[in-house]
């Protein structure tokens, strides 16, 4: 059974830093490209960050420079530093995994409430 969980998330004011961490279990974590997607309030869900088995990582410009997403493949696990949060920020932040070059849509947690707000 594939489990994603995400953690670290809350309410934070303008400026500040939070750091996601996401729990996989059930995988062959190594053979997965793993993901963070956020859904603001009555948006749909977006691409924030990727990062392939190999490191390489993609953003979405928004966060260019303020969120950094990175992997421990000995603790199976995903992170996403986020620095500079803006109220823009504010989102469900949800954990992705989908296998190294498969098309389907992969697997997902239940997501983390992030809150910018002074």
């Known amino acids: 059974q594939v489990q994603l969980v995400e953690s670290g998330g809350g309410l934070v004011q303008p400026g500040g830093s939070l750091r996601l961490s996401c729990a996989a279990s059930?995988?062959?974590?190594?053979?997965?490209?793993m993901g963070w997607y956020r859904q603001p309030p009555g948006k749909q869900r977006e691409l924030v960050a990727t990062i392939i088995p190999g490191g390489a990582t993609n953003y979405v410009d928004t966060v260019k420079g303020r969120f950094t997403i990175s992997r421990d493949n000995a603790k199976n696990r995903v992170y996403l530093q986020m620095n500079s949060l803006k109220p823009e920020d504010t989102a469900v932040y949800y954990c992705?995994?989908?296998?190294?070059?498969?098309?389907?849509?992969?697997?997902w947690g239940q997501g983390t409430q992030v809150t910018v707000s002074s």
């Open positions: 992705n995994a989908v296998r190294f070059g498969s098309t389907d849509g992969g697997f």
């Open positions: 059930g995988i062959s974590f190594t053979f997965y490209t």
